[in-house]
């Protein structure tokens, strides 16, 4: 039997269909059950940045939706393979629009912007603070699981091992006072290894 001319259509429109779905690599659809339409979610920008790799002794590392540009916080360490207990964590661009270059910071960014303040506790273990976000507090300190250095903070009230920063930046703001929309920290759960994400509203 020969298709009929809306047979015709109708594979037609389906295969315009999943050529849309096939060039739309990075949107999501998802079909809530009950409802006939199809919803869309587009990524959040800071999942399709590039990822630091292979950095020695990073904690965790910071991204802004203005560029691809990260700032890394790393182990300051020693010759000796000791922790500088004067400045336990280095922080330095990975500027990726020009190669992966590694730089530091400016005066202005290191104490202004992206900078860290540390706290020695006497036990082996720093309270590390943010310079532009000093009321959240970090913790760096060794794990007894792995005896490594680790930077953990609160997520969603749970206690975690933080990986990522991303700041969302709009337009309207300043140098020294940027719209800031939030502020997402990104770990990985103590209690039971999984990824946990919470968006601050500063």
């Known amino acids: 039997m020969r298709p009929t001319l809306n047979s015709k259509f109708r ?5 315009f269909a999943l050529l849309l779905i096939m060039l739309i690599g990075i949107t999501s659809f998802t079909l809530p059950i009950g409802q006939s339409h199809t919803a869309v979610t587009m990524m959040d920008p800071q999942d399709t940045f590039p990822v630091p790799q292979n950095v020695p002794n990073q904690l965790y590392y910071l991204q802004r939706t203005s560029n691809t540009n990260t700032v890394v916080y790393a182990l300051n360490m020693k010759k000796d393979g ?3 207990a004067d400045n336990p964590v280095k922080v330095f661009w990975i500027r990726y629009p020009e190669g992966g270059v590694q730089k530091d910071l400016s005066f202005i960014q290191r104490k202004f912007a992206y900078g ?8 082996g273990t720093y309270t590390i603070n943010m310079v532009a976000y000093k009321k ?11 005896n490594k250095y680790h930077m953990y903070t609160l997520i969603n009230n749970r206690y975690a091992i933080l990986n990522r920063v991303f700041i969302r930046i709009d337009p309207g703001g300043s140098l020294f006072k940027p719209n800031v929309i939030y502020i997402e920290l990104k770990g990985t759960d103590m209690e039971n290894g999984k990824v946990i994400v919470e968006r601050i509203k500063p």
């Open 116 to 123: 860290v303040t540390h706290k020695d506790k006497g036990d």
């Open 136 to 146: 959240h507090n970090l913790t760096l300190m060794k794990s007894v699981q792995d």
């Open 82 to 84: 000791s922790l500088d």
């Open 11 to 15: 594979y037609s429109i389906l295969h």
